[in-house]
């Protein structure tokens, strides 16, 4: 039996590879998972593009002598089928949700077993976040709906992130943007992607902010349509913005002539954080820029932070209630804001590669693939 791997170069991203390798031996204590359908989305193209500095590509490293360093395997967040196991605490049949390679299958290393999931517990991996190396059981997570499975692997990642994002900046009082009865404005950038939306929907529930959304013209329609915007601009009407408007930049595109006009812009821009690279063709650093650092946001931290203050089950209850408010609003009925494609075999995963590498598209569409 094979393993079907998508592999990407790591520079440039357009350039891919479908591999085909003899399946690994289970070792004691180790489980082979079927991966049966995963969610791409301008998430994952953030994780190639970081995924040195981030570390993002250690999780599911090329086989030594297969183009290890040049080529890499993107994380990609989805569900999987236990099919064969040399651990008694894991069965075969087992539904998980987690953080897969692109591939067929792979092979697992259950650690710190629980009724809830595990963690993988191979060597290489002991060095990264424990958030991505944890595999939940479908049977018992209390966010798992089985009518739902695209719009959890699509979102849920990205609405992790979003709601600690929002928790981060009211933690911080919004860097001070509110005070003296101002209404803090939160610019958002590349108001369209899932996780952008997704941070819209908590910060609007905070009448203290003003969320702004920063688009292409082509997106704008979308970006209103969600209800989640204050205001939506195109990139090109910022100066329609007062330049002492006290706000914080929130970057999921990572353009670097961007971030360079809106810190030149803004004398009281008051904190920037950078999430995302959606604008993989125009990633830039934060260096001899204007006003405040640029400082890269890791959600883990904010979570580790949480954790310690509300404990486990007081942050899984609250993340909970916000994710079922979420899905609420995404699934409206009159008006969704996501529409699933399905896309299985190895050319059409590449075709939906080159389509969300490139940003284009429809921004009410998700990506749901299988290589299989």
């Known amino acids: 039996m094979n393993t079907t791997q998508f592999q990407v170069r790591k520079n440039p991203l357009s350039a891919t590879r ?54 890499g395997l993107i994380p990609v967040w989805g569900f999987g089928v236990v099919t064969q196991t040399q651990c008694p605490a894991v069965a075969v049949g087992e539904r998980l949700y987690g953080y897969w390679p692109m591939a067929t299958d792979v092979v697992l290393q259950p650690a710190r077993v629980s009724p809830e999931g595990f963690f993988d517990g191979a060597p290489h991996r002991a060095e990264l976040h424990p958030v991505y190396n944890q595999y939940l059981r479908c049977a018992t997570d209390p966010l798992y709906d089985a009518a739902q499975e695209p719009q959890q692997a699509l979102l849920r990642p990205l609405f992790l992130t979003a709601w600690l994002i929002d928790d981060f900046l009211a933690d911080n009082d919004f860097f001070g943007t509110c005070a003296h009865g101002h209404r803090g404005a939160m610019l958002l950038s590349s108001a369209s992607s899932k996780t952008a939306y997704a941070t819209a929907a908590q910060l609007a529930q905070r009448p203290e902010v003003e969320v702004i959304g920063l688009t292409s013209a082509a997106n704008v329609a979308f970006c209103e349509s969600l209800g989640v915007y204050s205001r939506v601009l195109t990139y090109e009407q910022l100066d329609t913005l007062a330049a002492d408007t006290p706000c914080v930049y929130v970057d ?9 006009v809106i810190h030149s812009r803004f004398t009281a821009l008051a904190y920037s954080c950078s999430i995302g690279g959606t604008h993989v063709d125009r990633l830039a650093g934060g260096r001899d820029l204007a006003g405040p650092r640029p400082v890269l946001f890791f959600a883990p931290a904010q979570a580790k932070k949480r954790h310690g203050d509300w404990g486990a089950a007081g942050f899984n209850e609250r993340m909970a209630r916000a994710w079922h408010a979420f899905v609420r609003q995404v699934d409206t009925p009159t008006a969704p804001w996501l529409v699933v494609q399905q896309h299985s075999g190895p050319e059409a995963v590449q075709a ?4 969300v590498l490139g940003g284009r598209g429809d921004p009410r569409l998700g990506h749901m693939l299988s290589l299989a």
């Open 252 to 260: 999921f595109a990572g353009n670097g002539e961007l971030r360079k």
């Open 352 to 355: 939906a590669h080159a389509l």
């Open 18 to 71: 479908t591999v085909q390798r003899p399946q690994e031996p289970l070792s004691d204590g180790q489980v082979r998972v079927r991966i049966e359908q995963f969610a791409y989305t301008a998430n994952n193209i953030t994780y190639a593009a970081f995924g040195d500095a981030m570390n993002y590509w250690k999780f599911f490293p090329v086989p030594q002598g297969d183009g290890e360093g040049e080529w």
